[in-house]
């Protein structure tokens, strides 16, 4: 089995190593500048809001992000944005559909919040060709269930376009986060293509669950199982198990820039789990640039 990367510099090797051509991360985060700075100064005050520093690994200009991004490999990833409040989605929508236009390895994304609007405004993303959303339940502080956005799962559901839903517990819970919550949205839209962010932490099991109840719906691996979030909300005895149920399932993402921790300590989780024989090369060729390139639908 091969070791992951020993570090950032180390990264194009190894991914170049299981034959790939480079990476595709389906959870990275671009923002408009005053909206970062004001996520970095959230990040700033970790230990009020969490309980441990969380200092920001790659906080460092737009140019420069993009420049590490592409010195890691990662050849395709989706600058994921989301909104706090209403007024913010199509906004934020437009500028990141705007990001993917001038920025090539970027693929177009959306976002979107319950108020008046949300359905006319995604058909208008998708005509534009967002090719995945972001829906942050517990930053958002909503309700995904709310009657504003059955238009929007529906339309999502229809197009096939994924949604990368941060719906678990961690690292806060929120009013309406919980997989028994979102599971409503999936029971009325079975053919929801859900990723659900970070595996659900730290409902891993459930998570499973849903995996197996749902066939559209993924996993992605942003912060699972590397030391820091080990933490707070360790793997179950079983997770290689049951990954080797759900393989193609699996999808890469990190939260760059926003991790407290090196790119490269994400890759050796994953590479970590691939050293269970059920999983091994395959699993890793398929997290790492297979399946989220397929759900992208990019090339």
């Not at 058909?123 to 929007?152: I, N």
């Not at 793997?235 to 990954?243: C, G, K, M, N, S």
Request: glycine fraction near 8%; charged fraction near 20%.
């Amino acid at each position: 089995m091969t070791a992951g990367p020993a570090s950032d510099a180390d990264v194009a090797r190894w991914t170049a190593s299981l034959g790939l051509p480079g990476l595709v991360d389906l959870h990275v985060h671009f923002l408009p500048k005053p909206v970062m700075d004001k996520v970095w100064a959230y990040f700033d005050a970790a230990s009020t809001h969490y309980g441990t520093e969380w200092p920001v690994f790659y906080r460092t200009s737009e140019e420069d992000r993009l420049a590490t991004l592409r010195s890691l490999g990662v050849t395709r990833f989706a600058p994921l944005v989301y909104p706090h409040k209403p007024g913010m989605a199509e906004w934020l929508t437009g500028w990141a559909l705007d990001f993917a236009a001038r920025v090539p390895d970027a693929v177009p994304t959306g976002t979107f919040y319950p108020e008046p609007g949300a359905g006319s405004a995604v058909d208008g993303a998708l005509r534009a060709g967002a090719r995945v959303f972001k829906a942050h339940v517990q930053v958002g502080a909503y309700d995904p269930r709310d009657d504003l956005l059955k238009p929007v799962w529906g339309a999502l559901a229809d197009a096939g376009v994924p949604v990368v839903v941060h719906c678990g517990h961690g690292p806060l819970r929120g009013d309406f986060t919980g997989l028994s919550v979102f599971e409503e949205v999936l029971a009325r839209h079975p053919n929801l293509t859900a990723v659900l962010a970070h595996a659900a932490m730290p409902e891993f099991g459930t998570a499973f669950e849903l995996l197996a109840k749902y066939p559209r719906v993924h996993l992605d691996t942003t912060m699972v199982g590397v030391p820091f979030a080990e933490a707070m909300s360790p793997l179950p005895p079983d997770w290689t198990a049951r990954l080797a149920e759900f393989a193609d399932r699996v999808v890469l993402g990190t939260d760059f820039p926003n991790i407290p921790y090196s790119y490269a300590t994400q890759l050796q989780a994953i590479a970590g789990w691939a050293a269970d024989d059920r999983l091994g090369e395959p699993f890793l060729r398929a997290v790492l640039h297979d399946t989220p390139l397929r759900l992208l639908n990019a090339s």
